[in-house]
Structure formats: structure tokens, C-alpha cells
């Protein structure tokens, strides 16, 4: 099972697609935005970063919980014997 989980992880980053994934209206507002000079990329950069970060934040959050609660239980079932 575990094999053929890392053969389709190879596979799948292998095969590489490049790909637009905005809409042809964002990016020739964009486009024409950094033209003229202007620092909307900037701002759209820094939001989709900022939309980025947060799932990572959380599932961090929940990993730190997890491992403590894990690690108490652990310590508590230990100190029983």
C-alpha cells in the first residue's frame, strides 16, 4: 500500500501542467495596473499570501495541541505503573 502511495506521489510530481488559474479580467487589470506604475500586484500578492498562510497557521495550531495532549497522556500512563 505504502508503495504504491509514494509511485503515485512520483507520478503526480512528475507530470507538471502549466497553468492559469486566474481569470482573464484579473490579470489584464493587473497587467495594465503595473503599465501605468501602479502597485496592485503588490496587494494582490500579498493578500493571496496572507489567504495562503492561514490553513498552514491552523493546522500547526492543531499539530502543537494534538502532540501535547498526545505527549500528556503518555506522561500520565506512565507515572500509573
Known sequence: MIKKAIFLTLILALVSV???AQC???SAVV????KTGGELA???NAGILYLMGIPYALLIGMG?????RLNQN???SESQS
Open 74 to 76: 503518555t506522561s500520565e
Open 18 to 20: 502549466e497553468v492559469t
Open 42 to 44: 503588490q496587494g494582490l
Open 64 to 68: 502543537i495541541i494534538l502532540f501535547r
Open 31 to 34: 497587467e495594465s495596473n503595473l
Open 24 to 26: 482573464s479580467m484579473c
